[in-house]
Structures are given as structure tokens and as C-alpha cells.
């Protein structure tokens, strides 16, 4: 499309989130562009390599915490059954938080692919709800968590469907 040089052109309104700033990957906006995360209005930090790779990093630090304290502090002090759904929530927190790693790694490649984006984010979900609940539930015992453990697998299945199609569409 070409400008007639004839007719006013008017720049687009400039408002407070405009060149200059920086998107929270550290990517700097171009002239004019108007940041995601305030032009929505949303709080939700975009996810974005650095995010996901800072999260990973983040769970698999807990991971190993987390199985050294069932290790060598609460084991023999829970019941066979509850260490059983300990070591279970320690599995899944290391298998999701690598993948969320290997999604992350995947981010920097394709910064902006949507089923990369949502497939971090249910994997996050998913660490959160699943190995979260077993955590609790295995140390505390409120019987109202075993409800949350479904929603955290499934998040787990959508962050692989989400990555299988991610895959399938690269």
C-alpha cells in the first residue's frame, strides 16, 4: 500500500508504554509498539524463554530439595503409604520440571509460538496443582487436596498435547 503524498498523515497517539521499554524477556519494543503485558491490561507475566527457563531452573532446584528432605529427614517418620505418594510427587516434579526445561530451550528458537507458550504454562500449572497436593497431602493430611491431584494431571497431559502440537506444527 502506498501514501499519497497529497493527504495528512498523523502518527499513532503515543501513551506511557511505548519505545524504548523493555518486555520482561529483555526484548526491547520497537518504536511505537505497545507492550503486551499493559496494552491487555492482563497481570499475568508473558511466558517467554527466559521466564520458562528461570522456572525450571527454580522447580528442578526445589526438586532436589525437596527429595533430599524426604530422604534423609522424613523418612521412617511417615507412613509407608504417605512416603509412597512423597516419592511419587518427586518423580513427577523432576520429569515436568525438565520438561518445562526442554520447553524453555524450545522458547528461545520460537520466542513467540503459542503452543510453546501454553505448553510451559499447563506445565507449570501442572507442578504446582499435582506435586503440590502430593507434597501436602503426604505431610499434612487434609483430605480436601486429593480433589486438586486430577486437575494437576490433567494440566500434565494438555502441557504434552500442547508440546506434541507444537512439534507437529514446527
Same mark, same amino acid.
Given at each position: #500500500? *502506498?501514501?499519497?503524498?497529497?493527504?495528512? $498523515?498523523? /502518527? /499513532?497517539?503515543?501513551? #506511557?508504554?511505548?519505545?524504548?521499554? *523493555?518486555?520482561?524477556?529483555?526484548?526491547? +519494543?520497537?518504536? @511505537?509498539?505497545?507492550?503486551?503485558? $499493559? !496494552?491487555?491490561?492482563?497481570? =499475568?507475566?508473558? #511466558?517467554? !524463554?527466559?521466564?520458562?527457563?528461570?522456572?525450571?531452573?527454580?522447580?528442578?532446584?526445589?526438586?532436589?530439595?525437596?527429595?533430599?528432605?524426604?530422604? $534423609?529427614?522424613?523418612?521412617?517418620?511417615?507412613?509407608?503409604?504417605? #512416603?509412597?505418594?512423597?516419592?511419587?510427587?518427586?518423580?513427577? $516434579?523432576? =520429569?515436568? !520440571?525438565?520438561?518445562? +526445561?526442554?520447553?524453555?530451550?524450545?522458547?528461545?528458537?520460537?520466542?513467540?509460538? /503459542?503452543?510453546?507458550?501454553?505448553?510451559? =504454562?499447563?506445565?507449570?500449572?501442572?507442578?504446582?496443582?499435582?506435586? @503440590?497436593? +502430593?507434597?501436602?497431602?503426604?505431610?499434612?493430611?487434609?483430605?480436601?487436596?486429593?480433589?486438586?491431584?486430577?486437575?494437576?494431571?490433567?494440566?500434565?497431559?494438555?502441557?504434552?498435547?500442547? +508440546?506434541?502440537?507444537?512439534?507437529?506444527?514446527?
Amino acid at each position: #500500500m *502506498r501514501l499519497d503524498p497529497t493527504t495528512e $498523515h498523523r /502518527a /499513532a497517539p503515543v501513551d #506511557m508504554y511505548v519505545a524504548e521499554r *523493555r518486555l520482561p524477556g529483555g526484548n526491547k +519494543l520497537q518504536d @511505537g509498539e505497545i507492550c503486551p503485558k $499493559h !496494552a491487555s491490561g492482563n497481570l =499475568w507475566p508473558q #511466558m517467554n !524463554a527466559r521466564l520458562a527457563l528461570t522456572l525450571a531452573a527454580s522447580f528442578l532446584f526445589a526438586g532436589v530439595f525437596i527429595g533430599a528432605f524426604g530422604a $534423609h529427614v522424613l523418612e521412617g517418620k511417615l507412613a509407608p503409604d504417605l #512416603m509412597v505418594a512423597y516419592q511419587t510427587a518427586v518423580q513427577y $516434579h523432576f =520429569w515436568h !520440571a525438565l520438561g518445562l +526445561l526442554a520447553v524453555a530451550i524450545l522458547l528461545f528458537h520460537k520466542p513467540d509460538y /503459542a503452543p510453546l507458550v501454553l505448553s510451559a =504454562w499447563f506445565m507449570v500449572v501442572g507442578l504446582v496443582l499435582f506435586c @503440590g497436593s +502430593l507434597y501436602l497431602m503426604a505431610l499434612i493430611d487434609l483430605p480436601g487436596l486429593a480433589a486438586v491431584m486430577p486437575l494437576g494431571g490433567v494440566a500434565f497431559l494438555a502441557a504434552w498435547a500442547t +508440546l506434541l502440537w507444537a512439534a507437529l506444527r514446527w
